[in-house]
């Protein structure tokens, strides 16, 4: 531990695997008081052992169960917003419920997180939020991510809007756009592809290789801290060179 997030309150979302995960663990090493949640309790359950504070359950779909989550976490100075689900396929294979789940999952749950916890975050006078993109939708389009480039090309525009709005009140607000990183539901989409499917995902990898969640969570701790204090608004693509 470095201190790094010494002193500050986090709360993650989506925080029981993955990225959402590595980001919890990594802002508790750097000395943040990190609140966890997610809608999976038992994986959740297996955070404690890692120096988090509080885990919760949270479905981030539930407005209300959001602002009441916000109550019970109080101040809180990084809000990191982790949830998202990758739907398959192209426009043609988009219903509008498939539509309509990806954006409430993907989006509006950031719009409920950041309603809930920018005010305290306003009458502290700081705040840093981090938004998890991703690489598609953002810096390029991939195959059969129709609706969720979507939703992920919105939450950079929200991330923009949030840190216009906020810049001169001490909020800032970055996002991030990993490339592909080896996590539970990475592996799953995978193994859909085939019995190749890992290999023909680090096929597309220019160094080789995927990437990992806690490569994602070193840029997370970076935003979250005082060491970005100059940096907001900004999407930061982080995917071993997918998109070059
Ligand atoms: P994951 O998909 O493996 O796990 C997602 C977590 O979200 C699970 O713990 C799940 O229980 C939780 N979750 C699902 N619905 C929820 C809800 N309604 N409320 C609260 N929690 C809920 O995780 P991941 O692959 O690390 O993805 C995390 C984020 O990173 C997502 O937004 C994803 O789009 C983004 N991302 C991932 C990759 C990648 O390659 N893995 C690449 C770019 C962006």
New binding site residues.
């Given amino acids: 531990m470095s201190d790094r997030l010494k002193g500050k309150r986090a709360f993650v979302?989506?925080a029981?695997?993955?990225?959402?995960r590595a980001c919890a663990v990594a802002f508790a090493r750097e000395g943040a008081t990190v609140f966890a949640?997610?809608?999976?309790e038992t994986?959740l359950a297996a955070l404690k052992g890692e120096g988090i504070a509080e885990v919760a359950k949270?479905?981030?779909?539930d407005s209300a169960a959001v602002a009441a989550m916000a109550k019970r976490a109080g101040k809180t100075d990084i809000l990191l917003n982790?949830?998202?689900?990758?739907h398959h396929g192209t426009v043609l294979d988009c219903s509008d419920e498939d539509w309509d789940f990806s954006f409430d999952?993907?989006v509006k749950?950031m719009h409920r997180t950041i309603c809930a916890f920018l005010p305290g975050m306003l009458e502290n006078g700081r705040g840093a939020i981090v938004n998890?993109?991703?690489?598609?939708g953002v810096f390029k389009a991939a195959p059969n991510r129709y609706v969720y480039g979507a939703t992920?090309a919105a939450v950079a525009a929200l991330t923009r809007s949030v840190a216009t709005d906020f810049i001169a009140k001490g909020i800032r607000c970055n996002c991030i756009?990993?490339?592909?990183?080896e996590?539970?539901?990475?592996l799953e989409r995978a193994a859909a592809a085939g019995p190749n499917g890992r290999e023909m995902f680090i096929s597309r990898q220019p160094m080789g290789r995927l990437g990992t969640?806690e490569e994602i969570a070193s840029l997370a701790v970076y935003l979250a801290s005082d060491e970005s204090a100059f940096t907001t608004g900004v999407a930061h693509v982080i995917d071993g060179g997918w998109t070059l």
Avoid: E, Y
């Avoid at 949640?37 to 999976?40: A, K, L, P, V, Y």
């Avoid at 949270?58 to 779909?61: E, I």
């Avoid at 756009?177 to 990183?181: E, F, K, L, M, R």
């Fill in positions: 979302t989506a029981a695997v993955g990225i959402g949640t997610d809608i999976d994986k949270l479905d981030v779909r982790a949830a998202g689900f990758v999952l993907n749950s998890i993109s991703s690489a598609a992920k756009c990993p490339g592909t990183i996590t539970p539901s990475m969640a």
